[in-house]
């Protein structure tokens, strides 16, 4: 980040049918769709779906940080 640059961060929970790397990519994604500057992200939890003993959906919750203008 540039000196004297205020960054802001926000909580975000994303779904994958797949994993948990697609569920962050896909909470990433659609983050910049509406945030401008994302920087950075923290994975906070990580949690699986599970039906019939089988895991059917990955989730992760992550702390987004971008920089305001």
Do not use: H
């Not at 962050?24 to 910049?32: C, Y």
């Not at 401008?36 to 039906?51: L, N, Y």
Request: charged share 30%; aromatic share 6%; proline share 1%.
């Amino acid at each position: 980040m540039p000196e004297g640059s205020v960054a802001r961060v926000t909580e975000i929970s994303a779904r994958s049918d797949t994993s948990f790397e697609d569920a962050v990519k896909t909470g990433l994604a659609r983050a910049e769709e509406t945030l401008r500057g994302v920087k950075s992200a923290w994975i906070k939890e990580q949690s699986v779906d599970v039906d019939q003993g089988g895991i059917v959906a990955y989730r992760v919750n992550m702390l987004v940080t971008f920089v305001l203008e």
